[in-house]
């Protein structure tokens, strides 16, 4: 295989809001992939930030994956870390030996599915075998989803109040054709909307309105929107696992597992962050103290539902059930758009 083909699809990994925080550099003996914010924006999770690990144990497990698929032993990547950042190494000699032709499409057909779903029917998830990186709890008792759906509406109205998530979900947002085209961010046909949502969402996009509307509950009214789905879901995965930022890491490897598997036996997946992101937030001290009390009892809920130890987190939540709707896919940035030359990856983590 190619690095072209290598590098196009591990770049179907997920990533919050679609923001493809990699580069890509090649030395020749390895290739190796360092966070990196695309965006103007301020960067709302940052090198080690939860989310980006997550995303980089997700693109970890893809490339093992897709090395086994190409024949290639397993587990040839490593991960390194310096103070600013981290960095994913991979023989290059594994890739270029990996087989073009073999069958890669349980990576690629991975995707998100935001509409409301089928009950399972006769069917029944199984979750991948073998030895796991995290801890994964099924809920399908509707009371426990119902509690579950409590907590994330309250982070949900939370994250309605916070303009720096607003400003970053808006910054991701693609509107048109060409700029969904583009390849990165969240193309708004990949979202449920209702009929005059998409022009309902222009609306609200500059910070200034949504916060005069919020006065008048318009977060209550999102937040709700957000969890229905949610409340009626067959069921709810949750991914959990210790804080450190290895154990996150080692999730996003188990939720890209178990991503994959899930599509593969037919089964839609919705991912929701909200609740472990305010949780963050409230222990960075980020919430504005209005926020403070709903979240912190939303975090004790979800601790005592799960049953979590001390020491323990909740790192994401599937929505998993049968899909009614095919889903618009999101779209990838052209593979020359992960690359930089070898020497700034190497000049940016010598400083
Ligand atoms: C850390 C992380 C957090 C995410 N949070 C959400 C979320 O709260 N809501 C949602 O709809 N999708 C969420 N996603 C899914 C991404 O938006 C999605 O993977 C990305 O847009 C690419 O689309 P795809 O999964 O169809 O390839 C999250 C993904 C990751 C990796």
């Known amino acids: 295989m190619n690095i072209d083909q290598f590098v196009s699809i591990i770049s179907t990994t997920p990533s919050a809001d679609n923001s493809q925080p990699w580069l890509v550099s090649n030395d020749g003996q390895n290739l190796s992939i360092r966070y ?16 980006t690990l997550i995303s980089g144990g997700a693109l970890q497990e893809t490339i093992d994956t897709l090395l086994q698929l190409g024949g290639q032993p397993t587990s040839q990547s490593i991960v390194r870390t310096s103070e600013k950042t981290w960095i994913l190494d991979i023989p290059t000699s594994a890739i270029l030996l990996a087989n073009p032709d073999s069958d890669y499409s349980r990576i690629t057909l991975r995707h998100t599915n935001r509409h409301p779903f089928k009950p399972f029917g006769g069917a029944i998830p199984t979750l991948p075998s073998g030895e796991q990186d995290c801890k994964v709890s099924v809920i399908t008792r509707s009371s426990d989803i119902s509690i579950l759906a409590s907590c994330l509406k309250s982070c949900c109205e939370a994250r309605f109040n916070n303009q720096e998530l607003h400003e970053w979900l808006f910054s991701s947002l693609r509107w048109t054709e060409d700029e969904a085209g583009s390849g990165s961010g969240l193309d708004v046909s990949t979202l449920h909307l209702p009929p005059g949502g998409r022009f309902f969402m222009h609306g609200i996009a500059p910070w200034e309105r949504m916060k005069f509307l919020n006065k008048l509950g318009l977060y209550k009214l999102m937040a709700l929107a957000d969890t229905m789905p949610f409340r009626s879901a067959p069921a709810i995965m949750a991914f959990i ?111």
């Open 241 to 351: 696992g210790k804080t450190n930022w290895k154990d996150i890491w080692d999730t996003g490897k188990c939720m890209q597992r178990t991503w994959i598997s899930l599509n593969q036996q037919g089964f839609s997946v919705h991912p929701y962050y909200a609740i472990t992101d305010l949780g963050n937030r409230l222990k960075n001290g980020e919430l504005h103290p209005h926020w403070v009390e709903p979240v912190k009892n939303a975090q004790e809920d979800i601790r005592n539902l799960l049953s979590l130890n001390h020491d323990e987190e909740l790192h994401m939540l599937f929505r998993v059930g049968m899909s009614k709707t095919i889903p618009v896919r999101s779209r990838r940035l052209p593979t020359n758009a992960f690359f930089e030359p070898a020497q700034s990856i190497f000049d940016e983590n010598t400083e």
């Open 36 to 51: 990196f914010h695309r965006s103007n924006t301020p960067d709302p999770f940052g090198a080690f930030g939860h989310a």
